[in-house]
C-alpha cells in the first residue's frame, strides 16, 4: 500500500523507484481521499479500509507512507479542516501497525520535533552544538552575544537556516509568538546520512551558503561514513521508530562530528539519484523482507 500525495516528488519518486524494481501496490492519493472518499480506522490494530472510487481498501502493512501537510492547498476552510482531520487520524492508525512495517514516519509531533531528536540524539559517536529553543527574546539575544549562531524553525513545518546577523535583533520579540531555535555556528562541511534499515548512505556537500537548499552551485560527492557514526545513525533511527531517516551532519576539519538534525520524512530523491539508486534498492530489500 503506498499512501501519500501525488503533488509531492518525493512520494512520487518512491512509488516509481519501487515499482521499477518489482515493488507494486494500491496508491492512496491523499487528495482524493480528502475530496471524495471515506475511511475506518480502528485503534485496536483490526485492519482499516478506505472507500475511494468505488472500491475498498485494506490498510495492512507493510505501507509506503509521506503523510505532508496538503491543508494549506485546500479550497475551502472545510476541506483544510478535513485535510488535517484525516492525516492525523491516519497517523494516530499507523501507530498502531508494527512501526517497522511502515516506511514514512507518522504525522506527529514526536518524529517532527527538532527538539525531541536533539534527546535522542545526545549521548553518542558525535557532538551537539551548543543550542536554546526559546520564545524568550532576551534569551535568545544574550545566546546570539555568546556564539556565532544559525538559527531555523523549532516545529515541523520546513524551514531554512540562517546566520544570525545584527540587523536581525530586531526581530527577536516576534518570538514571543513563534519560538526558533538558536545553535552553535558550526564551521566544516556538510554530510547528509540516509538510514534504511540497517544500511547507511552518506553524501558530503561542500557550499558556501548557509543552508546548501538554496546553493545551485553546491557539490556532491558520496562519503564512507565512519563505523561508530553509521552505527548510532541506525541505533538513532530505530529510536525514532523509523525505517527511512536523513540525518544532517557538520564535520569540522580536524574531523568531529556534530548532529544537526533528522529528518524522519527525507525528501530523498536527489541523493538517491546521484547514489545510483542505492536508496531505494535498500528500500525494495527491505519490503521484500516483510
Not at 53 to 69: K, N, S, Y
Request: include cysteine; glycine fraction near 6%.
Amino acid at each position: 500500500m503506498f499512501l501519500g500525495s501525488g503533488a509531492d516528488p518525493t512520494f512520487r519518486h518512491t512509488v516509481t523507484a519501487l515499482a521499477e524494481r518489482g515493488i507494486d501496490g494500491d496508491i492512496i492519493d491523499l487528495g482524493h481521499l480528502v475530496l471524495a472518499g471515506d475511511f475506518t480506522l480502528p485503534l485496536d490494530s483490526t485492519p482499516g479500509t478506505v472507500q475511494l472510487a468505488g472500491e475498498t481498501f485494506h490498510l495492512t502493512a507493510p505501507m509506503v507512507t509521506r503523510l505532508i501537510d496538503i491543508s494549506s492547498a485546500a479550497p475551502s476552510k472545510e476541506l483544510a479542516e478535513r485535510a488535517r482531520a484525516t492525516q492525523t487520524s491516519i497517523a494516530r492508525y499507523l501507530r498502531t501497525l508494527p512501526w517497522e512495517h511502515v516506511v514514512g514516519a507518522p504525522w506527529d509531533n514526536s518524529n517532527f520535533s527538532k527538539i525531541f531528536q536533539l534527546s535522542l540524539a545526545g549521548g553518542r559517536s558525535w557532538s551537539i552544538p551548543e543550542t536554546l529553543v526559546t520564545n524568550d527574546p532576551d534569551a535568545a539575544r544574550a545566546f546570539t552575544r555568546r556564539h556565532d549562531v544559525v538559527y531555523k524553525g523549532a516545529s515541523s513545518s520546513k524551514t531554512w537556516a540562517n546566520v544570525f546577523q545584527p540587523a536581525d535583533a530586531a526581530r527577536l520579540p516576534l518570538l514571543a509568538r513563534a519560538p526558533a531555535l538558536f545553535q552553535e555556528r558550526i564551521t566544516g562541511f556538510d554530510v547528509r546520512v540516509h538510514v534504511v534499515g540497517d544500511q547507511v548512505f552518506g553524501e558530503a556537500v561542500y557550499t558556501d551558503s548557509c543552508d546548501y537548499r538554496i546553493d545551485k552551485n553546491a557539490k556532491f560527492k558520496p562519503m564512507t561514513v565512519p563505523p561508530e557514526v553509521a552505527a548510532d545513525c541506525t541505533n538513532l533511527t530505530r529510536a525514532m521508530k523509523l525505517v527511512l531517516s536523513g540525518i544532517d551532519f557538520k564535520v569540522t576539519g580536524d574531523e568531529e562530528w556534530f548532529f544537526l538534525e533528522a529528518n524522519s520524512s527525507p525528501c530523498f530523491q536527489g541523493y538517491d539519484r546521484r547514489a545510483e539508486g542505492a536508496i531505494s534498492d535498500a528500500l525494495a530489500e527491505h519490503l521484500r523482507t516483510l
